[in-house]
């Protein structure tokens, strides 16, 4: 059994920062992209950036410049720094990833049960 599983959200103020965590668990051989997802009340669930198994980085337009994605191979953990918040970076945000269990070498994708961020005064 796979599972990602998600932590670090909470309420932040306009201005804030706060970071994501997700981490994969289980019958693991490997993981190739991993990204992070977030979809707010009434909306549907959007892109907010990848990293590549080698580093490489994508992002919306609507984060560039104030949200970083980067992971840790050996933890199997993918990471979101959110820094200069706004009201509209409100929504559940998702963590999800391509990943191989043992003995096989197919990737499935993997999504976390979410976590929700809230941006308030």
């Known amino acids: 059994q796979v599972q990602l599983v998600e932590s670090g959200g909470g309420l932040v103020q306009p201005g804030g920062s706060l970071r994501l965590s997700c981490t994969a668990s289980?019958?693991?051989?490997?993981?190739?992209?991993m990204a992070w997802y977030r979809q707010a009340p009434g909306k549907q669930r959007e892109l907010v950036a990848t990293?590549?198994?080698?580093?490489?980085?994508n992002y919306a337009d609507s984060v560039k410049g104030r949200f970083t994605i980067s992971r840790d191979n050996a933890k199997k953990t993918v990471y979101l720094q959110m820094n200069s918040m706004k009201s509209e970076d409100t929504a559940v945000y998702y963590c999800?990833?391509?990943?191989?269990?043992?003995?096989?070498?197919?990737?499935?994708?993997?999504w976390g049960k979410g976590t929700l961020v809230t941006v308030s005064a």
């Open positions: 289980g019958s693991i051989r490997g993981i190739n992209d």
């Open positions: 990293i590549t198994k080698g580093g490489n980085t």
């Open positions: 999800n990833a391509e990943i191989s269990r043992q003995f096989t070498p197919y990737y499935g994708d993997y």
